[in-house]
Nanobody
Framework: QVQLVESGGGLVQAGGSLRLSCAAS????????MGWFRQAPGKEREFVAA????????YYADSAKGRFTISRDNAKNTVSLQMNSLKPEDTAVYYC????????????????????WGQGTQVTVSS
């Protein structure tokens, strides 16, 4: 079982960048695909990006493609989300999540596939 703690959120102007980090505890971190999700006020939580347990495959929501990059460092038990060209519509609480199954061959970019969640970090993009 992993435990997750996000950091790196904040207030940024439109067009700016932020890097979110998620620190995981637990020796099995490298066995799990990891994902980032977000939830804006009044909206449902949605998928943003995911990375396979090996780091060899990445997946992005259409809204994130070309602007966000997910990466992981299994030696440091961390997963990061580099967000560039931020827009006001990116404003949300961002959550790190771990897949509910180890060594899943293909990441399923849906909430139901992820079983462990962090507490979230607020990202606010001003216009």
């Amino acid at each position: 079982q992993v435990q997750l703690v996000e950091s790196g959120g904040g207030l940024v102007q439109a067009g700016g960048s932020l890097r979110l980090s998620c620190a995981a505890s637990g020796r099995t971190f490298s066995s799990y695909a990891m994902g980032w999700f977000r939830q804006a006020p009044g909206k449902e939580r949605e998928f943003v990006a995911a990375i396979s347990w090996s780091g060899g495959n990445t997946y992005y929501a259409d809204s994130a493609k070309g602007r966000f990059t997910i990466s992981r460092d299994n030696a440091k038990n961390t997963v990061s989300l580099q967000m560039n060209s931020l827009k006001p519509e990116d404003t949300a609480v961002y959550y790190c999540a771990a897949d509910s199954r180890i060594f899943r061959a293909a990441v399923t970019p849906s909430l139901s596939a992820f079983g462990t969640w962090g507490q979230g970090t607020q990202v606010t993009v001003s216009s």
